[in-house]
Nanobody
Framework: QLPLVESGGGLVQPGGSLRLSCAAS????????IAWFRQVPGKEREIVAA????????NYVNSVKGRFTISRDNAKNSVYLQMNSLKPEDTAVYYC???????????????WGQGTQVTVSS
């Protein structure tokens, strides 16, 4: 079993919202930086949002700023990505990831989930 399990993906119309969840299994997320990535076929995986272990520092790719919000609940060992005002170009497989060490805006994450499909279409 993968250490991170995503849920909440699906089909949504443009302008709609989805909330992705990611639960950790077999370890606690307390001191891990976390991030959400996305990937479409034929393109490299892209980091979308990240936050530090406490949630006090967050960062977003420009294309989602003001629309997506990353959050975490260490008591529930879970992280979330609230996605509002969705656009067709947000269509992708979304992955959550966790890492130790300094820095969150990097592709070098230690643990990954299996991904969840998000499709934005009318």
């Amino acid at each position: 079993q993968l250490p991170l399990v995503e849920s909440g993906g699906g089909l949504v119309q443009p302008g709609g919202s989805l909330r992705l969840s990611c639960a950790a299994s077999g370890f606690t997320l307390d001191y891990y930086g976390i991030a959400w990535f996305r990937q479409v076929p034929g393109k490299e995986r892209e980091i979308v949002a990240a936050c530090n272990w406490s949630g006090s520092i967050t960062n977003y790719v420009n294309s989602v700023k003001g629309r997506f919000t990353i959050s975490r609940d260490n008591a529930k060992n879970s992280v979330y990505l609230q996605m509002n005002s969705l656009k067709p170009e947000d269509t992708a497989v979304y992955y959550c990831a966790a890492r130790t060490g300094v820095g969150i805006w990097t592709s070098r994450y230690d643990y990954w989930g299996q991904g969840t499909q998000v499709t934005v279409s009318s």
